[in-house]
């Protein structure tokens, strides 16, 4: 039995926060300004006249399950504005953050990565897995998420965690400055920003919307399930 409420509900509901359709969204991509100012109005729009064309240029069709919803929703965030983007990215926890964080944000981050990779050990030999709050990796990822933001201005470094431990996200983050340039994952003062807007940056921005669009579909496929 899921634990989401009924469509019906979801469809008819208002577009305004602590209704249905905005607590829905809310847990699938984390609360933000870009969510209940545009998203939401836009969305709602859709799905209660699904006939009438929407400011979001996507074609409009009836919604008839969650799954679809979703689609739509993400269909309507690949045609806003690269600042649009980037404020609706910014709204997801910084990899590594320990406060502040949604119940799904946390399980993403922590005890159920944890979990998952000491059921997946091969034996009792196998190196260790460090703590989702070991110190040093949280450390380290608070230093590689400064360089990455410094890399790439009014960003935030988003990836589709699928269960993995911290100290697997915080190699990939590593590695991937370091393939930008030598220096990116240095001192944050030696990390030389490439420009807004520019290929770079926005090529970035498109891989992290995709991957916001990802973590909503994961965390839709466990409600469900529920």
Request: proline content about 9%; aromatic content about 4%; overall charge neutral.
């Amino acid at each position: 039995m899921s634990s989401l409420p009924a469509l019906p509900q979801i469809l008819s509901s208002l577009p305004t926060q602590g209704s249905p359709l905005a607590d829905v969204l809310s847990l699938l991509f984390e609360p933000s300004l870009p969510l209940f100012d545009h998203l939401i109005p836009t969305l709602h729009a859709q799905i209660s006249k699904p006939d009438t064309p929407s400011e979001s240029s996507t074609s409009s069709r009836p919604v008839t399950n969650y799954e679809e919803l979703l689609r739509a929703a993400c269909a309507i965030l690949e045609t806003w504005p690269s600042e649009l983007q980037a404020a609706f990215v910014a709204a997801h926890p910084r990899i590594g953050e320990t406060r502040g964080l949604s119940r799904l944000s946390a399980a993403e981050q922590g005890q159920r990565a944890l979990r998952s990779s000491s059921e997946n050990s091969p034996s009792p030999q196998a190196a260790p897995v460090p703590s989702a709050d070991d110190p040093a990796v949280l450390a380290s990822l608070a230093h590689l998420n400064a360089c990455y933001e410094a890399r790439f201005p009014g960003l935030r470094y988003i990836t589709f965690v699928n269960g993995r431990p911290r100290a697997v996200i915080r190699d990939e983050l590593e590695a991937f400055l370091r393939a930008q340039k030598p220096d990116a994952s240095g001192s944050v003062a030696s990390v030389r920003p490439v420009l807004v807007g520019g290929e770079a940056w926005s090529a970035e921005l498109r891989r992290a919307v995709a991957d916001v669009g990802k973590i909503a579909d994961s965390r839709l496929r466990k409600m469900l399930a529920e």
